[in-house]
């Protein structure tokens, strides 16, 4: 089953704690991203990828890393984590340059103590 | 930016009834989607609708490109329709960004 997923999908942690969310997707895309919602704010991308290696910033990447070192793999890093960073995230990927649909993981949702 | 505005902001509907969402896009806009956010969070794909029209059951959508919006049409709507609908856009610049709408909040009641 093509699909993006994404570990963990809950997560309670403390300020300055470093972490890392996962994600992977199985359908050979080059592109991927990584997305936040915050209400009344709406999905703002955070960084995304066009391939292995290949990374660069969204609207709102201040407080966040990321890296590309396999095809199907695009982590989130939170390197010290800050309440202001308590929100929904989402990767998503799509083939490249295939004008086609960005599929979406499930989502995690982090609160920062 | 491109701004996309989404209408109604807020839905209540009794099953069975049908319903209209829009979205108008402030600029051109490519790789237009449609998404329902069901209660857990969780962004399901419907439509990947740049121009014309497409239907998956109970659920169509129209998207005029030449007039910048899109339409999702609900009928005979379930409960299971709850939830929040975006719509998103990729720019000319930068068409794998989606920019989303501020949303459609549907609540479906028996």
């Keep these: ?113 | 930016g491109i701004q996309v505005e989404q209408s109604p902001p807020d839905l209540i509907l009794q099953e069975g009834a049908n319903s209209t969402l829009r979205c108008n896009f402030s600029d051109s806009v490519n790789n237009l989607q449609w998404f329902h956010q069901n209660p857990w969070g969780q962004l399901i794909n419907l439509f990947y609708i740049p121009s014309g029209t497409k239907q998956n059951g109970r659920l169509s959508a129209t998207t005029v490109a030449t007039e910048r919006y899109s339409l999702l049409y609900i009928s005979s709507s379930q409960t299971t329709d709850s939830g929040v609908y975006f719509c998103a856009g990729g720019s000319s610049y930068n068409t794998d960004k989606l920019i989303f709408g501020t949303g459609t909040r549907l609540q479906v009641f028996p």
């Design chain 1, 1 to 113: 089953e093509a699909q993006v997923t994404q570990n963990p999908r809950y997560l309670i942690t403390v300020t300055g704690k470093k972490l890392t969310v996962t994600c992977s997707q199985n359908m050979n895309h080059e592109y991927m991203s990584w997305y936040r919602q915050d209400p009344g704010l709406g999905l703002r991308q955070i960084y995304y990828s066009m391939n292995v290696e290949v990374t660069d910033k969204g609207d709102v990447p201040e407080g966040y890393k990321v890296s590309r070192k396999e095809k199907r793999n695009f982590p989130l890093i939170l390197e010290s984590p800050s309440p202001n960073q308590t929100s929904l995230y989402f990767c998503a990927s799509k083939g490249l340059p295939s004008t086609d649909t960005q599929y979406f993981g499930p989502g995690t949702r982090l609160t920062v103590l």
